[in-house]
């Protein structure tokens, strides 16, 4: 089992960077995604989330409408498309996964695999 994060990098403010998290070892079709994100010195942030069905999207006040999630279960795979980059968007990226069905909810104490994290920094 595990949870493939890729896609950071270095950008500058008002650039696009999109992140993958692509799973091995089971199908994601039965979980909720959730992205993350931690700076240094700061609590980890959830960032946005995805319903199993991809029919129910949670984005933080600080990423919405500058962030869109959305998943491909035929590569089990999900994407974070990241717009108007922010130096306060620099943080370390995680992807986890919660196994549950309905609306968009991913409480960090959840969620039950996390991948290894990417690095994303906006240079203003």
């Known amino acids: 089992v595990q949870l493939q994060a890729s896609g950071g990098g270095l950008v500058q403010a008002g650039g696009s960077l999109r992140l993958s998290c692509a799973a091995s070892?089971?199908?994601?079709?039965?979980?909720?995604i959730g992205w993350f994100r931690q700076a240094p010195g700061k609590e980890r942030e959830r960032v946005s989330c995805i319903s199993s069905s991809g029919g129910s999207t949670y984005y933080a006040d600080s990423v919405k409408g500058r962030f869109t999630f959305s998943r491909d279960n035929a590569k089990n795979t999900v994407y974070l498309q990241m717009n108007n980059l922010k130096p306060e968007d620099t943080a370390v990226y995680y992807c986890a996964v919660r196994p549950t069905f309905g609306v968009a909810t991913c409480p960090p104490g959840a969620m039950r695999y996390w991948g290894k994290g990417t690095q994303v920094t906006v240079s203003s």
């Open positions: 070892g089971f199908t994601l079709d039965y979980y909720n």
